[in-house]
């Protein structure tokens, strides 16, 4: 065997880790070749050994046969020939025994190469099955980024599967130095944990380029309980930086390990693989946590003043009506606006604006108690939670920050310096409602009583009570209203306009009216004021339009002629809201004339732009369309009106006719009107004529038309013959 040895090159010997398996089938072949190459070597040796006898005795018979004679000439001859012959024999069977070695030496050679190969593929094969194993635990979820040094121990209990390492670090640069994550396995002592703690962070200072005395934050946990014991001069480290397109994370990870059992070229490559990997999971894991804590941040805080928002708010709320209904607190509520805050948008712009809101939250937060609780729930607009304070502390509260506030000098970016003051709504709990809906109505009445006071004030909800009242029923009258419109319970009903002198029919005024479910009906004036308020005047406008013109051009080809549609119409839709282009496409779609339309606009409420005016009655008018001034009389400068726009028909204001039998100074108002309006070509019509006498007395001032109560009422379908 000592031969096979010398003839077996260095690089045969058996692999280090090779699998036992293979280990097994690779020194059972190496022994057979190298049993073969030592038979055929000792075969040589024999044959040189026989060859040598053969030379040695065929001389000796030379020696014995050298004479003269014939027979002895010739038999040296056949001697001769012999020699050569075996000679030859013997070459030829050295050179054979030779190339039969190196053949089976280079069978082993080949042998061996391909047992490393097979070992390595296997090998590999096995560390990437383990690989596989921890790639397959990095799963991102919500849990396991926001608890991501737990997440990242369960990855590690799976990588050390692959390689024994002694410890894992995780080092990153924060705001306030280094924090480094110290992950050991095992038990070990105090000392050689310190001393690789040292080694870490002069590494990680070194790498990062942090100055010498850096502030360091560390964070130990222990994976695993066994005891190890290693040598300090043995340790060494392996570490991987945060890579550069993760501008927001600097830091690096690694392992230490022991080098009395070095990884090999293999598991090395594997271990800087996975080490990459735990990079990613590790700065993404750090960045998405940072991202939702941020997020879960700004989800309850207002990002320009740093105070909690309007969700934050409402979750507060709930919270201290609970815990006060549990332990019968009193708690109280402050909702400030700043007055006028558009005015230094507008002046200043709108940084000087943000910076007044940042200032205001810096003084409520400044201001108020401990436990007191300050939100930005939009705009301009603060509120205040006051826990465990009745009505009488909070409004001292309130008065105190009113005046701190006002008292708060501001700087426009000019220099120039201005003031705000701020109006305060309060509320209490459980005096002024005893859940959060009746809480915030009732401060946000208190807050917009105090803005009706003049603004600069603090309103408690009893100073606003009949103002929340009333407003709470115009809201829910608003909803009423436009639930009715949604259902088509608001239509047109008609009420005839006669010939003050013929007494014939000439006009049907639409007006609208409320069919409330009970059926009964309810008159314009009493809802109109909340239609315009709450933004419903156009939707009801164009429903009124559509059923009136559809009512109105059935009666188109009738045998009586066709009487005209007064049609209220809302300040609003004077202000280029394409009412007019609506009218006219229905005209249009239904072959009513234009003709016989008359839009009527109350005199006090529509006369406030003349020039605008003028446009709109020139548009009015080109599609054919008329004009008729409600309620004349009751405006400021009525006669104004008259000089600088034309009206088709005016409409003297009903109250004037209401007292023309008990009033002189009525009776000589309506009786000039008349004769104005004649001198200027215009036809007047009388309102609210109640009864017969009236009916005389404008008849004999030259009224041109009338309506009212005694004329006709307002009905749903269209009056065949009106008559007075």
Not at 242 to 270: F, I, K, N, R
Not at 565 to 575: D, K, T, V, Y
Request: some cysteine; aromatic content about 8%; overall charge negative.
């Amino acid at each position: 065997m000592n031969l096979m040895a010398k003839t077996i090159p260095d690089s045969l010997d058996p692999q280090r880790g090779m699998p036992s398996q293979l280990n097994k089938l690779r020194k059972q072949v190496m022994e057979q070749l190298s049993s073969l190459l030592e038979s055929q070597t000792r075969t040589q040796m024999f044959g040189a050994t026989i060859r040598a006898m053969i030379e040695r005795v065929h001389a000796s018979v030379i020696a014995d046969l050298e004479s003269d004679t014939p027979r002895s000439k010739i038999i040296l001859q056949h001697c001769s020939k012999l020699d050569r012959s075996l000679n030859l024999l013997a070459d030829e069977r050295q050179r054979q025994w030779h190339r039969n070695g190196k053949y089976i030496q280079e069978v082993l050679r080949e042998f061996s190469q391909t047992m490393d190969l097979l070992a390595s593929t296997l090998v590999e094969k096995e560390l990437f099955e383990r690989q596989s194993q921890v790639l397959e635990q990095i799963i991102f979820s919500h849990e396991r980024v926001t608890h991501w040094d737990e997440f990242v121990q369960e990855i590690l209990v799976g990588f050390r599967n692959i390689f024994p390492f002694d410890f894992f670090f995780i080092a990153f640069l924060e705001d306030h130095g280094l924090s480094l994550f110290f992950y050991y396995f095992g038990s070990y002592s105090d000392q050689i944990k310190c001393s690789v703690k040292e080694r870490l962070i002069g590494e990680a200072i070194e790498k990062l380029k942090l100055p010498p005395d850096a502030a360091v934050e560390i964070e130990e946990y222990q994976v695993g309980g066994d005891a190890n014991i290693i040598d300090l001069d043995d340790i060494r480290t392996l570490a991987v930086m945060m890579p550069e397109y993760a501008p927001q994370l600097a830091g690096l990870l690694g392992v230490v390990y022991s080098s009395a059992t070095p990884p090999d070229v293999q598991e090395l490559s594997m271990i800087r693989s996975l080490l990459s990997v735990m990079v990613m999971v590790v700065g993404s894991s750090k960045s998405l946590g940072h991202t939702l804590d941020e997020l879960e941040y700004y989800s309850e805080h207002d990002p320009l003043t740093g105070l909690c928002n309007r969700r934050r708010f409402t979750e507060m709320l709930d919270y201290e009506i609970e815990r006060s209904a549990r332990h019968g607190h009193e708690f109280s509520i402050l909702l400030l606006d700043l007055d006028n805050f558009k005015d230094i948008n507008d002046s200043y712009g709108h940084p000087a604006g943000d910076k007044t809101l940042v200032q205001i939250g810096e003084c409520l937060h400044g201001y108020l108690r401990k436990g007191d609780i300050a939100f930005r729930i939009g705009g301009d607009e603060f509120a205040v939670i006051l826990p465990e304070t009745p009505p009488s502390g909070a409004l001292s509260v309130a008065e105190s920050l009113r005046e701190r506030l006002r008292g708060m000098r501001l700087e426009a970016p000019d220099g120039r310096q201005f003031y705000i003051t701020t109006s305060i709504g309060l509320v209490s709990y459980p005096k002024n409602g005893k859940d959060a809906v009746d809480l915030i109505a009732g401060v946000d009445m208190a807050l917009y009583h105090a803005k009706g006071m003049g603004k600069d004030e603090v309103s408690t909800l009893e100073s606003a009570d009949e103002s929340v009242k009333l407003s709470r029923h115009s809201r829910i009258y608003a909803e009423e209203l436009r639930q009715a419109l949604s259902e088509h319970r608001i239509i047109p009903y008609y009420q005839p306009i006669v010939d003050c002198r013929k007494g014939t029919l000439f006009a049907y005024e639409a007006v609208a009216r409320l069919i409330k479910p009970g059926r009964e009906v309810v008159s314009a004036g009493v809802f109109i004021k909340t239609v315009e308020k709450y933004g419903l005047a156009r939707e009801l406008d164009r429903s009124i339009l559509t059923d009136a013109f559809s009512a109105a051009s059935a009666l188109v080809g009738a045998d009586e002629p066709l009487p005209r549609l007064f049609i209220n119409l809302s300040a609003q839709e004077m202000r280029e809201r394409g009412i007019l282009g609506f009218a006219e496409g229905l005209c249009d779609r239904l072959g009513f004339p234009p003709s016989r339309v008359v839009f009527e606009v109350m005199e006090r409420e529509a006369i406030g732009d003349m020039a605008h005016m003028r446009k709109f009655l020139a548009k009015l008018r080109r599609i054919g369309f008329s004009f008729a001034l409600d309620d004349f009389g009751s405006g400021y400068n009525s006669f104004h009106y008259l000089r600088e726009l034309h009206f088709e028909y005016v409409k003297i204001d009903g109250e004037f006719v209401r007292n023309i039998l008990n009033s002189r100074i009525d009776r000589a108002l309506v009786g000039n009107l008349s004769r104005l309006c004649r001198d200027l070509g215009i036809k007047t019509i009388a309102e609210f004529v109640e009864s017969e006498n009236t009916l005389a007395v404008l008849q004999d001032m030259g009224i041109d038309y009338v309506q009212g109560f005694h004329i006709g009422m307002p009905l749903p379908d269209f009056v065949p013959k009106p008559s007075v």
